[in-house]
């Protein structure tokens, strides 16, 4: 049996040859299963729906024709929202964007973690979050600062989550890994300290390497901009989406969780933009420019996978109010003013960060 099921494989093309599942498919049970791989984002009509076939010889039969017959990938008759999810930038995001009951909640973009993890994974997690409830004491402010106290706190929490979200983990270990060579406040810290940091940053790298590995080298590529261009331009428009996700909070279209999610870039954004304005060192200067220069491709990405979300639930919701005219019709008026009026708005933010990283033409 081969089971890619909730993986990051995108593309099923290379397995409609083999043997063994040819063989298999004509009667043999049980050989492919791939609900939740990220090849069924990329083609939820085709390959979506026959994940979704419960019977394992008709699946993996009807799958190995559909792969034959395919000549494009994705598909030209996939999401083209879809795909562009998981193209240049998009794919990038720490984030992605989904509803949760009744509001559009910041969740992780991986694939989930199964539900059998191992001991070694609940020691590990356990060990994670004591660590960075110590660090977290009010004792260790002053050398530490209040910024790197609340990640060691958001840490704890977002790492004992039943689906945690690898890429932020990893976002808020960074920043915990620039106090190591940040020469202020690493002289402040004392050998216990330091002690401390590094072992919380040695098992949460074990984490990483065992259960979330494609948090650990997002393609993030890093757009020619200057420290004078970025520092000019790119703060405005992070304001402009802050005041976005704002108004869709107020408006019930969005959870606290998109506005933590935006502010894990705006803190980051801010700490290199400090560094570029007060330090005299080219190493520490380069490391700011780089951290800049990447936070700015994030911005794009989160504020894209928005958009792209809100487009896709917005086409949902007509194509099922012209199947349903009764019922929509007593939420007509939110679908178009509240998702209109969002994506209205984030167009713009969306195209001026998108055209500010990125030469490629827009994705949707």
Wanted: hydrophobic letters at 45%; proline letters at 6%.
């Amino acid at each position: 049996m081969l089971d890619l099921s909730n993986t990051s494989v995108d593309d099923l093309r290379p397995i409609k040859d083999l043997p063994k599942l040819i063989e298999g498919s004509l009667g043999y049970r049980g050989n492919l299963s791939f609900k939740g791989c990220k090849a069924c984002d990329l083609d939820p009509e085709g390959l979506g729906k026959l994940a979704e076939i419960e019977d394992d010889d008709a699946r993996t039969r009807r799958t190995i024709d559909y792969l034959q017959s395919l000549t494009d990938w994705p598909p030209v008759n996939s999401d083209p929202i879809e795909a562009a999810m998981h193209g240049p930038i998009l794919e990038a995001s720490l984030a992605d964007l989904a509803l949760v009951e009744t509001v559009f909640e910041a969740v992780s973009p991986d694939p989930p973690l199964p539900m059998e993890r191992g001991p070694n994974y609940d020691d590990l997690v356990e060990v994670l979050a004591y660590a960075a409830d110590r660090l977290a004491r009010a004792d260790r402010a002053d050398r530490f600062g209040m910024a790197l106290i609340d990640g060691f706190k958001d840490y704890r929490r977002r790492v004992k989550q039943e689906q945690p979200n690898g890429r932020l983990l990893n976002f808020i270990a960074d920043a915990v890994r620039a106090v190591l060579v940040d020469d202020l406040t690493a002289d402040a810290l004392d050998g216990f300290d330091r002690g401390q940091i590094a072992g919380f940053l040695e098992n949460h790298d074990a984490l990483m390497r065992g259960w979330f590995p494609a948090a650990l080298a997002p393609v993030v590529p890093e757009p020619d901009l200057s420290a004078e261009v970025l520092s000019r331009e790119l703060p405005p428009m992070v304001r402009d989406a802050e005041a976005m996700v704002e108004a869709g909070i107020a408006g019930g279209i969005f959870g606290e969780s998109v506005r933590t999610s935006l502010a894990y870039l705006r803190a980051r954004m801010d700490a290199a933009l400090k560094t570029l304005a007060t330090s005299d060192s080219a190493e520490r200067l380069a490391v700011a420019l780089s951290d800049l220069r990447r936070t700015a491709v994030l911005a794009a990405a989160w504020v894209g996978r928005i958009k792209g979300r809100l487009m896709q639930y917005a086409e949902r919701s007509a194509e099922w109010a012209r199947e349903n005219p009764v019922a929509a019709a007593r939420n007509a008026a939110f679908v178009a003013t509240g998702f209109g009026a969002a994506i209205a708005w984030i167009e713009p933010i969306f195209s001026a960060l998108w055209r500010f990283v990125s030469h490629l033409p827009l994705p949707f």
